[in-house]
Nanobody, 121 residues
Framework: VQLQASGGGMAQRGASLRLSCAAS????????MYWFRQAPGKERTFVAR????????TYADSVKGRFTISRDNAKNMVFLNMSSLKLEDTAVYYC???????????????WGQGTQVTVSS
């Protein structure tokens, strides 16, 4: 499965952004989908995960209550709604997919290219 993330850009602190991830090559309906991010000079970290049926969502503590992951299997897309953005949310954001439906993967099998999110004061 090929993944293409988009929707990044510059935003002020407290604002909102919506990231999209378009999948191609095969249906994502059998994949758990992820968002990760990598801040400058730091390792890539987990942001959010959504089960293949969309019923279960998991978030990093740092984004819980501010970010929402969702998916539209019919459109083969995944989204990350980000609100109340903080300076520390500045990072390159990656969408990813994995067929392991049981475990939270730190290194999913499929990755898209990243999209830059920059939050300014």
């Amino acid at each position: 499965v090929q993944l293409q993330a988009s929707g990044g850009g510059m935003a002020q602190r407290g604002a909102s952004l919506r990231l999209s991830c378009a999948a191609s090559g095969q249906s994502i309906s059998t994949y758990v989908m992820y968002w990760f991010r990598q801040a400058p000079g730091k390792e890539r970290t987990f942001v959010a995960r959504i089960s293949e049926d969309g019923r279960t969502r998991t978030y990093a503590d740092s984004v819980k209550g501010r970010f929402t992951i969702s998916r539209d299997n019919a459109k083969n897309m995944v989204f990350l709604n980000m609100s109340s953005l903080k300076l520390e949310d500045t990072a390159v954001y990656y969408c990813a997919a994995d067929g392991d439906l049981s475990n939270l993967r730190t290194d999913p099998s499929y990755w898209g290219q990243g999209t830059q999110v920059t939050v300014s004061s």
